[in-house]
């Protein structure tokens, strides 16, 4: 009976248990860093990993199947044991499973070299949206609703809306930091923290919100069951970003789409569409981000 009872018991928690929203790993690399004790970064790496995955981010209902994959590579560039300060690099990737295949699509990525903050070994992580007081939590904080926000848009026209409104306030409330000031400041540099959000949420950049929803929804998630409908769709999503690239010309965030993007689009065009789409792909792409011309020149 009592086993009974215990087995019961488990089963209530598993059908009313609410997943955290994200299934991030956690790679921390110190190799620059010599003469210090190897501990405070483990506990540093462990304490990150615990507190993107166990923050109940929003109140949405994620089933544990259902969490955001995603990764947090960081690098320290420097740190000073006698003040617990760390400069470091961060590369963030979130990706989501394209439906009805094996395929993952990278939904956000970027590299964050301002990632600064301040951490003693054993500190507990604690995040307050209202009253931000740690560099690393906002920090953390602020990617974890980006993340959520780029995904929920991905799913359902401007679906992450109000959980991107936090991640711009997380900017907005973290104006006063001092170890990120200059990720944190406003109108300091386009593609910092403040710019990216503040410009991602602009109605100016609402195509681009807009192209989320288009490119990957109607686009990648029709592909298997419907190639040449899901191209379709992935081609009017392109005239979305040239039509928010044109909106706000100095905004950084369809050039960061595209670096991200840049593998998966040159696979899907090199060798479909007709000349007319390759040319209109290519001239497109190229105002967008010259940088990138190496795999842009494969779709001509």
């Known amino acids: 009976m009592k086993r009974i009872l215990v087995l019961a018991t488990l089963a209530v928690s598993l059908l009313t248990c609410k997943a955290q929203e994200l299934n991030a790993t956690v790679s921390l690399n110190h190799q620059q860093i010599q003469g210090t004790s190897t501990s405070v970064f483990e506990n540093l790496e462990q304490s990150i ?37 760390f400069d470091c690099t961060l590369v963030v990737q979130a990706n989501r499973p394209v439906f009805n295949s094996s395929y993952t699509t990278v939904t956000y990525s970027i590299t964050d070299n301002s990632f600064n903050f301040d951490f003693k070994e054993f500190d507990q992580l604690n995040f307050r949206l209202e009253s931000i007081d740690s560099d690393l939590t906002a920090l953390l904080a602020y990617y974890a609703y980006m993340i959520i926000g780029m995904d929920l848009d991905t799913m359902s026209p401007l679906g992450g809306t109000e959980v991107l409104q936090q991640a711009r306030q997380v900017t907005n409330n973290a104006q006063s930091l001092t170890r990120s000031a200059k990720g944190w400041k406003a109108f300091d540099d386009y593609k910092n923290r403040y710019g990216i959000i503040n410009d991602y949420l602009d109605n100016a950049m609402e195509p681009m919100r807009q192209l989320m929803y288009k490119y990957h929804r109607d686009g990648l998630d029709t592909m298997v069951e419907n190639p040449d409908r899901g191209r379709a769709a992935i081609l009017e999503a392109m005239d979305l970003l040239k039509e928010a690239h044109s909106n706000k010309a100095m905004s950084m965030v369809p050039q960061v789409w595209t670096d991200y993007k840049r593998d998966e689009i040159t696979n899907i065009f090199k060798e479909k569409g007709s000349s ?21 020149n494969q779709i001509k």
């Not at 040319?279 to 795999?295: C, G, K, P, R, V």
């Open 276 to 296: 007319t789409e390759k040319a209109d792909m290519y001239e497109t792409l190229m105002n967008i981000n010259t940088s990138q011309s190496a795999y842009w």
């Open 49 to 85: 990993k615990d507190f993107l995955n166990q923050t109940q981010w929003t109140n949405l209902q994620f089933q544990r199947n259902e969490r955001i994959n995603c990764s947090f590579n960081i690098t320290v560039k420097k740190y000073d044991d006698n003040e617990n300060a």
